[in-house]
């Protein structure tokens, strides 16, 4: 089929899922900190020690590969493969066409540019480095040196679609020296989070400045209107690119510091008019045409739905991650087997929850959404904003 997905909700007809295969390890260092560096003001009441265990700062003289490098038992690994396959086969039974990325070569170790190295992970978030809209295939520009060339491994399934006539286009990619970054968000309040106070960035004879980095994730799509949340000033001049390169055929609606980076854990569209949130206070924040939408507040999660950990495991996620769900069709939404109040809220609202298990969303940052991304679904261009 053609490349057609305008909406989170209408009908899901082709998905690609990611893969964990050959995940090995994390790597401190400033993109990652930054990046998983959580400071939802909003919410600052759930940023407790048994969510966000704090870590000590690496030392600066080790060798950044071993220093910042933190180990994943490999039993999680091989867990979240099985959940994997369980989401690709869920999704399947519903008659929905799934597609898998090229498996990560374990002998591909490291990502090496002029300005920086860092380890390599595999394609499991593929939402975050890729924005679908309409008939265009947009590789966004990285926000983690790891994942620089992630999207590499959908290179086959995007060049399918770019065959049957969709676009393909790539944002300018960042050098990402420690100068690209834009500091302020975390520097304004570092209180709780995953990570330490981020350390000061080190001069590169490659700085150009601020630089162009966003995540697909950081965008809700509705229709011809796309709902994007902007908190670094990387945010913002890719935002002012995409503004310029979709003018005349969408219309971008900033949302300022909405989260740190992903709209996509504070709240979804399921259905035209209706909202899930995770918090009534996120409806403050949305364009005023949103706001007149219904909406269910994310019931607060139970710590027995979590798996418990070793205290040398990275938590990376907040427990508000099971809002991550995703809509395969308006009234049909898949969600974690292990949160039940969420399952149960859902079904109070009259919608079809298909429960299927994922385990380790804790360690990989990632939910059904973020695991996902949806290629094809029935829905098109139309104004729900107007």
Request: charged share 25%.
């Given at each position: 089929m053609q490349l057609n997905s305008y909406d989170e909700w209408s009908a899901?007809?082709?998905?690609?899922?990611?893969?964990?295969?050959?995940?090995v390890s994390h790597e401190r260092e400033l993109s990652f900190d930054l990046f998983f560096h959580d400071n939802i003001r909003e919410n600052r009441s759930f940023r407790t020690e048994w969510y966000y265990p704090r870590l000590s700062a690496r030392d600066a003289a080790a060798p950044l590969r071993d220093a910042?490098?933190?180990?994943?038992?490999?039993?999680y690994i091989a867990e979240l493969c099985e959940d994997l396959e369980g989401i690709a086969e869920a999704l399947e039974s519903l008659s929905v066409t799934v597609h898998r990325p090229v498996t990560l070569d374990p002998s591909t170790v490291e990502v090496t540019?002029?300005?920086?190295?860092?380890?390599?992970?595999?394609p499991l978030n593929v939402r975050d480095n890729t924005l679908i809209l309409g008939?265009?295939?947009?590789?966004?520009?990285?926000?983690?040196?790891?994942?620089?060339?992630?999207?590499?491994?959908?290179?086959?399934?995007?060049?399918?679609?770019?065959?049957?006539?969709?676009?393909w286009t790539v944002m300018p990619r960042p050098l990402m020296t420690d100068a690209s970054f834009d500091l302020s968000y975390v520097r304004s309040g570092t209180a709780g989070g995953p990570t330490?106070?981020?350390?000061?960035?080190?001069?590169?004879?490659?700085?150009?400045?601020?630089?162009?980095?966003?995540?697909?994730?950081?965008?809700?799509?509705l229709g011809r209107d796309i709902v994007a949340n902007i908190s670094t000033a990387n945010h913002a001049l890719a935002c002012d690119w995409l503004e310029r390169h979709l003018e005349g055929r969408f219309r971008v609606h900033r949302v300022h510091q909405l989260s740190d980076s992903h709209i996509d854990s504070m709240v979804l569209a399921l259905r035209p008019g209706m909202l899930l949130v995770r918090s009534a206070e996120v409806m403050d924040r949305l364009p005023e045409p949103l706001r007149r939408w219904d909406h269910i507040v994310a019931p607060e999660p139970e710590s027995d739905n979590f798996p418990r950990y070793d205290d040398d495991d990275l938590i990376l996620t907040s427990p508000f991650i099971d809002l991550n769900v995703l809509s395969v069709d308006p009234e049909t939404v898949l969600v974690n087997e292990a949160c039940p109040e969420l399952v149960r809220t859902l079904e109070r609202h009259g919608f079809t929850v298909v429960p299927v298990r994922h385990r380790h969303r804790r360690l990989f940052g990632g939910g059904f959404h973020c695991f996902t991304l949806d290629t094809v679904r029935a829905g098109g261009p139309e104004d729900y904003l107007g």
């Open positions: 899901l007809r082709e998905v690609v899922v990611g893969s964990a295969e050959n995940y910042g490098r933190v180990p994943i038992k490999q039993r540019t002029p300005a920086w190295s860092a380890t390599v992970v595999p008939d265009e295939i947009i590789e966004t520009p990285p926000m983690i040196r790891s994942r620089y060339f992630e999207t590499q491994l959908l290179k086959p399934i995007f060049a399918e679609y770019f065959r049957r006539g969709a676009r330490e106070p981020i350390e000061d960035a080190q001069p590169s004879p490659y700085d150009v400045g601020y630089e162009l980095m966003f995540d697909g994730a950081q965008c809700l799509r």
